[in-house]
């Protein structure tokens, strides 16, 4: 009994000093941007990717990233990944060392500290409770693709309290039909073991990253938009399905042996 609760409160601490670290250094890299390198976006994300590094190492969480070699150079693109928890932010700085901005729900940047910190990177707020403030995010993300920025989009709009892949959100693949860019499929596979949604204890583990070849979507932009978005999402999701269920079914062999 002793035993079991001194793993918890071992655990607890653990699950602190990884939350801490990773406020800490957000609120350090905010001063950073606004003081020391303002505007300078490479310096930013060399930061971001240190902090991103150090929630892996405080957090004992092993990152095992393949696909490297299917990222476009010099290509405008959408990153596209299955969301299962705190953790894939930091994964994709790990995983894309590229320039993107993130697409998100409007309550982040509502949060303390880390609303700052979105506001600050220019980070694209979604409303999805509101029409018409959904229809002007629609055009700043195309504007934004157009002028060269490519997008990080979590398709499912939120985390998952499993494994499974959630239906896709309709507006993650709307304004591709005008920005005609291609979409980078992410399979993240592990991170909901590190931190379940719902929860704020961390849990050391593997997490593997696969990323996928570029996804083109020539063939459907003949389409009426509400097709469209049902053809795109089906060609996204069936990549990410492929990974992430072959993984699954990897893990259910090794239990059985």
């Not at 990153?79 to 309550?107: C, G, T």
């Not at 979105?118 to 980070?123: A, E, T």
């Not at 993650?172 to 993240?188: D, G, H, N, W, Y």
Request: hydrophobic share 45%; aromatic share 12%.
């Amino acid at each position: 009994m002793k035993g079991v609760i001194l793993k918890k409160l071992i655990r607890i601490i653990h699950s602190i000093i990884w939350w801490v670290d990773g406020v800490v250094l957000m609120m350090v890299g905010i001063v950073l941007d606004a003081v020391i390198w303002p505007g300078d976006r490479k310096m930013y994300r060399k930061y971001e990717r240190f902090w991103a590094w150090t929630l892996m190492k405080v957090g004992a969480v092993k990152l095992e990233i393949k696909g490297r070699e299917n990222l476009p150079q010099d290509e405008t693109v959408v990153y596209m990944a299955n969301h299962q928890s705190h953790l894939d932010w930091p994964i994709i700085f790990r995983a894309v060392p590229r320039q993107y901005l993130f697409l998100a729900k409007q309550e982040l940047f509502e949060a303390f500290i880390f609303g700052i910190y979105m506001k600050q990177q220019k980070y694209i707020p979604i409303d999805r409770r509101h029409i018409r403030s959904s229809l002007k995010t629609y055009k700043t993300v195309i504007d934004l693709i157009k002028s060269g920025n490519s997008i990080v989009i979590y398709p499912e709009g939120t985390r998952s309290y499993n494994e499974k892949l959630q239906k896709f959100k309709s507006f993650s693949f709307s304004f591709l039909q005008e920005a005609k860019v291609r979409v980078v499929p992410i399979a993240i596979d592990g991170s909901i073991n590190v931190i379940k949604k719902g929860s704020k204890i961390m849990y050391p583990g593997k997490v593997e990253v696969s990323i996928l070849p570029p996804i083109s979507f020539d063939d459907l932009y003949y389409m009426e938009n509400k097709e469209f978005c049902l053809a795109a999402s089906n060609k996204v999701r069936q990549a990410l399905l492929t990974v992430l269920e072959g993984k699954n079914l990897i893990r259910q062999k090794e239990i059985k042996r």
